[in-house]
Nanobody, 116 residues
Framework: QVQLVESGGGLVQPGGSLRLSCAASGIAFSAYAMGWYRQAPGKERELVATITNGGDTIYRDSVKNRFTISRDNAKNTVYLQMNSLKPEDTAVYYC??????????WGQGTQVTVSS
């Protein structure tokens, strides 16, 4: 079956960095667009970044120039490097696999908390 397993979340101070990883299995990873979404308490899930099977990337405006999405098809893994983190980045971060802006599969989520 399809599994997307996120890791790398945690507690970080404002201005700090974290790197999220998502290891995929059960899918033809290189054929899928991969994405990172997040959901803060009381808010809807929102797209953070996505990367196509060709390597094109899309970011939400609030994370541009701070976050970088990348993928390693040999390892079936997608990454989200998050720098200059802000308290408003606090959320559960979810990995997705599907087509652009239309996820088909989801991971279980990893908590990111930005606080001093």
């Amino acid at each position: 079956q399809v599994q997307l397993v996120e890791s790398g979340g945690g507690l970080v101070q404002p201005g700090g960095s974290l790197r999220l990883s998502c290891a995929a299995s059960g899918i033809a990873f290189s054929a899928y667009a991969m994405g990172w979404y997040r959901q803060a308490p009381g808010k809807e899930r929102e797209l953070v970044a996505t990367i196509t099977n060709g390597g094109d990337t899309i970011y939400r405006d609030s994370v541009k120039n701070r976050f970088t999405i990348s993928r390693d098809n040999a390892k079936n893994t997608v990454y989200l490097q998050m720098n200059s983190l802000k308290p408003e980045d606090t959320a559960v971060y979810y990995c997705s696999a599907g087509v652009i802006r239309a996820p088909r599969y989801w991971g279980q989520g990893t908590q990111v908390t930005v606080s001093s």
